[in-house]
């Protein structure tokens, strides 16, 4: 963990008196703290650093780690590897996603806050705008790889191409990503371990409806973007699950209730203030649609239509 981001972070279990955390280093490469813990000022709480990865999560949260969903898994890594970087390694069928979205990102000395990171790649488009940039996920594996990546600036991996035939797909990274300012960790999106408006940047790619109670990661989301000028970039295919999510809890992709229609809509209601969520409000800057992809071998594919909102605020 770079240890800039001692200074950004506090307890997740201590959110309303936003306790700081205390750094104690047991090994260090340079400024990346590479064994040591974080312990929370407040409630005495521990957060292990192991291998330069913090994990900040709260007691809750810590079933996360035992990875239900598969986000830890050899084939997901193949995949996301390649849904975030294929077109640097020219791979006819890459997804231009990332560059859509990453289009909405403006230049400030704030600093950004990529939630659901995966292996890193809208982290990486963020450093050429922001001071400082925050990658969290829930799993160790993407995180472990984003931080690998970050430091090799380039890629190598087995790309999955049946079973357990592989090739190795590699490539340099784009030299304008300024990686002094990126660091990932891995955290919960429902228990940010940050402080009240830490951010001028939040971004929410494809993770709403992974997550047990998509109003919290709205709320939490809130609670850390900046009041005054300040942007969140949000996407999402609305698939709900059951498995993920009580329907009772969806915002969307229901007959009746509170949240009935379509996710889309009741998120741009969410944003414009219905509810107090989001206060201030957020002026809807654009709204549309992204053709992302995830590849799992050379003959399955997933061709998701995400649906992203970007809200502003003055
Ligand atoms: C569908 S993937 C999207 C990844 C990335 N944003 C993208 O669009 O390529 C969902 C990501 O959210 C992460 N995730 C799921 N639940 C999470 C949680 N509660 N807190 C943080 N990350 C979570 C997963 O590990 C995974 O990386």
């Known amino acids: 963990m770079k240890k800039w981001l001692k200074e950004k972070l506090s307890c997740p279990e ?19 703290v590479m064994e040591g813990e974080l312990r929370c000022t407040a409630c005495g709480r521990c957060y292990p650093i192991n291998k330069g990865v913090a994990v900040i999560l709260p007691e809750k949260s810590m079933s996360l780690m035992s990875d ?17 970087f294929s077109e640097l390694f020219n791979d006819p069928d890459a997804t231009d996603a990332y560059k859509v979205w990453s289009s909405y990102f403006r230049e400030t000395d704030g600093y950004a806050l990529d939630i659901g990171c995966s292996v890193g790649r809208l982290s990486f488009e963020l450093s050429k705008t922001h001071s400082h940039v925050i990658g969290i996920d829930s799993s160790v ?21 049946e079973g357990f035939i592989t090739e190795k797909r590699s490539c340099d990274f784009d030299a304008s990503w300024n990686y002094d300012r990126i660091d990932f960790i891995v955290a ?8 009240k408006s830490s951010f001028s940047t939040v971004t929410s790619i494809n993770i709403l ?10 709320a939490d989301m ?37 949240y009935k229609g ?6 741009s209601k969410i944003f414009s203030g219905e509810e107090g969520i989001f206060d201030p409000p957020l002026e809807i800057a654009d709204k549309g649609n992204v053709s992302w992809k995830i590849r ?19």
Not at 16 to 30: G, M, T, V
Not at 209 to 218: A, F, M, N, Q, T
């Open 14 to 32: 201590c959110l309303n008196n936003q306790a700081p955390l205390d750094l104690d280093i047991k090994e260090e490469l340079s400024d990346d």
């Open 68 to 84: 239900k969903s598969g986000y830890n898994s050899q084939s997901m890594l193949s995949s996301y590897l390649w849904s975030h």
């Open 141 to 161: 594996s993407f995180v472990t790889k984003a931080r690998e990546l970050l430091n090799q600036k380039r890629l190598d991996f087995d790309l999955i191409i």
């Open 188 to 195: 919960d999106a429902l228990a940010l371990p940050f402080p």
């Open 209 to 218: 409806e992974k997550v047990p109670s998509p109003i919290r990661h709205l």
């Open 222 to 258: 809130n609670r850390v973007l900046n009041e005054e000028n300040s942007m969140l970039v949000f996407s999402d295919p609305f698939s709900w699950d059951e498995t993920v999510s009580a329907s009772e809890l969806w915002l969307g992709g229901t007959p009746h209730g509170k």
């Open 262 to 267: 379509r996710g889309i809509d009741n998120i």
């Open 296 to 314: 799992k071998t050379e003959n399955l594919w997933e061709h998701i239509n995400s649906q992203f909102i970007v809200g502003t605020r003055k």
